[in-house]
């Protein structure tokens, strides 16, 4: 199936521009696809090692140790009593140095010992966390005796005025992973809610839209510290994308030198084996 609907999109693409078909031949060759291992055992083995390369030659590549370990600085501020099961805590983090992200915090109004915790990053949709259907999950969520921390994202909501996702190529041509700044601002973001007092460690979830969709796969593939992965959209492998020009993403979704360790398919099987739920949308 795969195959023929290759040879469909660039039988399509040959009859508008034969070189650009030439060039998708010449990448697709290039690009490896998802090997699953003979047996079980081997699988615990071979994702650790494919962890420890996507952090140290894609994600943080060039970022100095001392920034990749620091813990967040966190500055609370209003709490909103809303009356009705759930309150809202407004607070700040700073992802990277001097880069400081807003962020709710929805608790239970009875907090009793150690209860479900839900990271919700917000992807790329102008009005961020103030966006009524994230304000609806994070309050079902909440009434339903979880905690629901919703994070803002780069150049969205109160982020806006660094909306240009492109910039972070200017750190590529210099040696730095301009995605690590988006990868640190979500492991933070993890931090802040893992280190609450209330929050079961064991029982840490992760979902979002769109590149909510694709913060939610990235980290859950890389940090096991989230047990339940739910990416809405946002995330496919590079193999697909290169045929299907209207969809080739931010620079964040196909950073650079990715491929050079594995693509979006290798990273959704990382999920396993936790549970997972892949939701995809058309419109």
Known sequence: IRHALQKRLLGRVDIEDPKRCELHRFILSRLDRFQCPDRVEEWPQMASRLRRRFLKEVYLKGHSPAIIQAQPEVVWGDVIETGKGYRIRKLRYEGYPGMWIPALLYEPNKLDGKIPAVLNPNGHHAGGKAMDYKQARCINLAKRGMLALNTEFIGMGELVASRDHFRIGHMDICGKAGVGIFYLALKRALD???????????RVAMTGLSGGGWQTAVLS???????????????????????????IGDLEQIPSDLCTVADFDVMTALFAPRPTLLIYNLN
């Open 221 to 247: 593939a890389l940090d096991e510290r989230v047990k339940v992965i739910v990416p809405v959209a946002g995330h496919s492998p590079v193999w697909q994308r290169v045929s299907c020009m209207a969809d």
């Open 192 to 202: 802040v809610l893992v280190n609450h007092p209330n929050c079961d460690k064991d």
